[in-house]
């Protein structure tokens, strides 16, 4: 089994959440908006609010992978990018509890929630101790 060190692990978790930002700025930008039917959204036409969401996810992919690079100069990125996620998670639940039931707006708020955890706990091992496996 391949051993990774506390470095590897989070640099390694940041970059697949850097891939994975960019993947959903590439849907936000370019899935036509009468398709976000499927994923629940009922309020299909405005599109502005739909291609700056892809945009910001760009501009996250570019923070998550500055990170992942820098990791010793990069404790200020690092606690935005969690506060960020955590942020995205609680706005998520309560536009999900308040507004519109959407399936992917659930999904993707505990998919925030989720790797907000996971970097704060893999950063948390990183700054114990950074060269052990």
């Given at each position: 089994?391949?051993?990774?060190?506390?470095?590897?692990?989070?640099?390694?978790?940041?970059?697949?959440?850097?891939?994975h930002s960019f993947a959903v700025g590439i849907g936000l930008i370019f899935l036509p908006a009468e398709y976000l039917q499927?994923?629940?959204?009922?309020?299909?036409?405005?599109?502005?609010?739909?291609?700056?969401?892809?945009?910001?996810?760009?501009?996250?992919?570019?923070?998550?992978?500055?990170?992942?690079?820098?990791?010793?100069?990069s404790p200020g990125l690092i606690h935005f990018i969690i506060a960020a996620?955590?942020?995205?998670?609680?706005?998520?639940?309560?536009?999900?509890?308040?507004?519109?039931?959407?399936?992917?707006?659930?999904?993707?708020?505990?998919?925030?929630?989720?790797?907000?955890?996971?970097?704060?706990?893999?950063?948390?091992?990183?700054?114990?101790?950074?060269?052990?496996?």
């Open positions: 089994m391949l051993k990774l060190n506390r470095r590897s692990r989070i640099e390694i978790f940041l970059k697949l959440t850097a891939l499927f994923f629940g959204f009922a309020n299909t036409s405005a599109c502005f609010f739909q291609l700056q969401g892809g945009v910001f996810h760009w501009v996250m992919t570019i923070a998550y992978w500055q990170a992942a690079k820098y990791l010793e100069k996620k955590s942020m995205a998670f609680v706005f998520l639940i309560i536009y999900f509890t308040a507004i519109e039931h959407s399936w992917m707006v659930l999904v993707s708020a505990i998919g925030d929630g989720l790797m907000a955890l996971i970097i704060y706990l893999l950063y948390r091992r990183y700054q114990l101790n950074p060269g052990d496996v």
